[in-house]
């Protein structure tokens, strides 16, 4: 889930339904969609110029070495271009690489 199931393409919003029975209800409660909301607030606050949140999402993933791929979801052409780009091989910036360690959570909800 390299977009933590939507959150870090920075589309959602406190706004955001889903249809009865779709399973993002259960995990995107009101009170887990604001704490999650308010956490890619704060991601977006260091995020470099010229760089969005999937991409700042797929190249941290990437930068790992035991990391070959992922399997972001792509819905558009434009997502999968997107998606793409972000493994051009450039190195993940160290000083953006301890700026995001800093964001770090681990999550606690549980979909019964």
């Known amino acids: 889930m390299p977009f933590d199931e939507g959150s870090l393409t920075g589309t959602m919003t406190l706004a955001d339904t889903w249809p009865k029975g779709d399973w993002r209800n259960l995990y995107f409660t009101k009170d887990n969609l604001r704490a999650t909301l308010e956490r890619?607030?704060?991601?977006?606050?260091?995020?470099?110029?010229?760089?969005?949140?999937?991409?700042?999402?797929?190249?941290?993933?990437l930068h790992h070495p035991a990391v070959a791929t992922i399997i972001p979801g792509m819905r558009s052409v434009k997502n999968v271009e997107r998606n793409m780009a972000s493994s051009d091989g450039r190195p993940f910036p160290a000083d953006?690489?301890?700026?995001?360690?800093?964001?770090?959570?681990?999550?606690?909800?549980?979909?019964?």
């Open 40 to 61: 890619v607030d704060r991601v977006r606050a260091d995020l470099p110029a010229g760089m969005d949140l999937p991409d700042l999402a797929l190249r941290f993933i």
């Open 96 to 112: 953006l690489l301890a700026k995001m360690r800093a964001h770090r959570w681990d999550r606690t909800t549980v979909i019964p």
